[in-house]
C-alpha cells in the first residue's frame, strides 16, 4: 500500500505543477486560441501520467531489487521495510547522488576507479537509509550493498550498450 501511496502523492504532486503551469500560459493566449479550465485539467492529468509512470518504474525495479537481496541472503526483511528503503533510495538517487556522482567525477576523472567510489557512497547512503527505516545494522548493511550493487551493474550495462551503439 504505500507504494500506491506515494506514486498518488506524487502524481497529484505533478498535476498541480503541470495545471498551475498550463493555466498561467493559457492565459498569456489569445482569446480565441485559449483552452478552458476543462481542457486544461484534462492535458495536465495526462502530461503528469508520464513522471509518475516513469518514477513507477524505477521504484518497482529498486523493491525488486531489494527483495532479490532480502531473499538471497535469507534476512526476512519486512516488505513494508524494504518499500520505505526503495522510496528512501529513490529520493536519494535523484537528490544527493547526482551531487556525490559529480563531484567524484570531477576529483578522480573518468576512470574505472570513480565507479568503486561512487559503489561506496552508495553503499554508506543506503546503509542509513536503511537504519533510518528501522532496519537492524546487519541487514542494513546487506541489502544496502546489494542495492548498490545492482545499480552499478545496470548503470555499467547501460553504458557498455550506450558505447557499442556509438561504435556501429
Known sequence: MPIVQTLFILYIVTFLLMFIFIYRSNRKEKE???MG????????ALLALAPTV?????LFALVGSANVVDTMFSLHVDITDIIFFS???????FTIDSIIEAIVK?????TSFDHAIILLTRVGAFYFIGLLIGLDQTN???VG???ALIILVLELL?????NNRKEK
Do not use: Q
Not at 479550465?37 to 495536465?44: E, F, G, K
Open 32 to 34: 480565441e486560441e485559449n
Open 37 to 44: 479550465l476543462v481542457m486544461v485539467t484534462t492535458v495536465s
Open 54 to 58: 516513469l518514477f513507477a518504474i524505477i
Open 87 to 93: 522510496i528512501g533510495v529513490l529520493i536519494y538517487l
Open 106 to 110: 570531477y576529483l578522480v576523472g573518468k
Open 140 to 142: 542494513s548493511i546487506v
Open 145 to 147: 550493498g546489494g542495492v
Open 158 to 162: 547501460f553504458k557498455l550498450r550506450e
